[in-house]
């Protein structure tokens, strides 16, 4: 039987998505690196900070797109802080399509994240895309991403534009 047939039996015995979303409960997070390691160390920094209150279980998969530097290293420092939830990838063939192709292959979470290697994480970030998805059904979430410019705003950002 094509898995097509078994999810269309499956619709009709029973309400599918309440079904896939009590069901979805681990977030794989990927994040394509290429040569900005102090960056994602920040970035990973702030994933210690997700307040998760027991209700989501998720892994992080950094993808270092042939960076050439300590990236690899900054990686595994970190990596026992997180209790076997974060991992390196090397994708050595260039782009960030191929980084998250090849972190997408061995994702094991019924939602997969994106997040780029200078964003810092809210605390209830991952906790809310659990949350989102179980209210409503969905195939897509996009967030709000809010810019920090440590070393001043560029010249060409308008921050009076709506988007920010």
Same mark, same amino acid.
């Given at each position: 039987?094509?898995?097509?047939?078994?999810?269309?039996?499956?619709?009709?015995?029973?309400?599918?998505?309440? @079904?896939?979303?009590?069901?979805?409960?681990?977030?794989?997070?990927? #994040?394509?690196? @290429?040569?900005?390691?102090?960056?994602?160390?920040?970035?990973?920094?702030?994933?210690?900070?997700?307040?998760?209150?027991?209700?989501?279980? @998720?892994?992080?998969?950094?993808?270092?797109?042939?960076?050439?530097?300590?990236?690899?290293?900054?990686?595994?420092? #970190?990596?026992?802080?997180?209790?076997?939830?974060?991992? @390196?990838?090397?994708?050595?063939?260039?782009?960030?399509?191929?980084?998250?192709?090849?972190?997408?292959?061995?994702?094991?979470?019924?939602?997969?994240?994106?997040?780029?290697?200078?964003?810092?994480?809210?605390?209830?970030?991952?906790?809310?895309?659990?949350?989102?998805?179980?209210?409503?059904?969905?195939?897509?979430?996009?967030?709000?991403?809010?810019?920090?410019?440590?070393?001043?705003?560029?010249?060409?950002?308008?921050?009076?534009?709506?988007?920010?």
């Amino acid at each position: 039987m094509l898995v097509s047939e078994v999810l269309r039996e499956f619709q009709k015995e029973t309400n599918f998505y309440q @079904y896939i979303l009590t069901n979805m409960n681990k977030i794989s997070v990927i #994040i394509p690196t @290429y040569k900005r390691p102090q960056d994602l160390q920040n970035t990973l920094k702030s994933f210690n900070d997700q307040k998760l209150d027991g209700l989501v279980d @998720y892994e992080i998969i950094v993808v270092d797109n042939n960076s050439g530097d300590n990236t690899k290293e900054v990686v595994e420092s #970190i990596i026992p802080q997180f209790n076997g939830r974060l991992q @390196y990838l090397f994708e050595g063939s260039p782009g960030r399509s191929s980084a998250i192709n090849a972190a997408t292959k061995i994702s094991t979470g019924d939602i997969i994240a994106y997040t780029d290697d200078d964003c810092l994480i809210e605390e209830n970030w991952l906790k809310n895309i659990l949350r989102i998805f179980s209210e409503r059904k969905l195939d897509l979430l996009c967030g709000k991403t809010i810019p920090v410019f440590p070393d001043g705003k560029p010249d060409w950002i308008d921050l009076s534009n709506k988007i920010f």
